[in-house]
T-cell receptor, first 113, second 116 residues
Framework: KQEVTQIPAALSVPEGENLVLNCSFT??????LQWFRQDPGKGLTSLLLIQSSQREQTSGRLNASLDKSSGRSTLYIAASQPGDSATYLC????????????FGGGTRVLVKP | GAVVSQHPSWVICKSGTSVKIECRSLDFQATTMFWYRQFPKQSLMLMAT?????????EQGVEKDKFLINHASLTLSTLTVTSAHPEDSSFYIC????????????FGQGTRLTVV
């Protein structure tokens, strides 16, 4: 059964610092991995999706890498801003689970002005 | 594009009553929708997978008679919490996957249910 872990569970940085969020998964037979952002009391906003054949995806200040063989993905957020404060979740869609996503526990990020 | 709308965004109901939550894909067809539950400061827990025109598939431990799911069209799925109790109070989120389209999962804004 796929297990997804995100470390650290919480992170606090001063504005301007780069953020590094980690996601690891146990079953490397995945279709894709998706990073989401969740603001308090809100739904999930999709940030980036990396297909299993890709090594990274970029969107603006965000860059996500994928190392399928080691079961890891990293989300980099450059030059963090207070508006980046949120919970970041990663989720994998793996071949054993079909259409389902398996979520990590999330990393709560606080960017201090 | 790829907007998922969930309604209501919050609801308070009395213990013993039923509550219906709607999930709509506004600009795409979704053959499959997913319903999640999220407890405070925890991640999402998949409750069930809803397929258009067929019965939902429930995850282990989720009572199908308590959480009724209907997916009558390619753009609408509903979750009805029947005979709600305070322990059903939670944040419920739906997700939809585009029919033959983009691989991303798109999520609704969530529904905060409080049972008093």
């Amino acid at each position: 059964k796929q297990e997804v872990t995100q470390i650290p569970a919480a992170l606090s940085v001063p504005e301007g610092e780069n953020l590094v969020l980690n996601c690891s998964f146990t079953d490397s037979a995945i279709y894709n991995l998706q990073w989401f952002r969740q603001d308090p009391g809100k739904g999930l906003t999709s940030l980036l999706l990396i297909q299993s054949s890709q090594r990274e995806q970029t969107s603006g200040r965000l860059n996500a890498s994928l190392d399928k063989s080691s079961g890891r993905s990293t989300l980099y957020i450059a030059a963090s801003q207070p508006g980046d404060s949120a919970t970041y979740l990663c989720a994998v869609k793996d071949k054993a689970a079909g259409n389902k996503l398996t979520f990590g526990g999330g990393t709560r990020v606080l960017v201090k002005p | 594009g790829a907007v998922v709308s969930q309604h209501p965004s919050w609801v308070i109901c009395k213990s013993g009553t039923s509550v219906k939550i709607e999930c709509r894909s506004l600009d795409f067809q979704a053959t499959t929708m997913f319903w999640y539950r999220q407890f405070p400061k925890q991640s999402l827990m998949l409750m069930a997978t809803s397929n258009e025109g067929s019965k939902a598939t429930y995850e282990q431990g989720v009572e199908k008679d308590k959480f009724l799911i209907n997916h009558a069209s390619l753009t609408l799925s509903t979750l009805t919490v029947t005979s709600a109790h305070p322990e059903d109070s939670s944040f419920y989120i739906c997700s939809a996957r585009s029919r033959g389209g983009r691989p991303e999962a798109f999520f609704g804004q969530g529904t905060r249910l409080t049972v008093v």
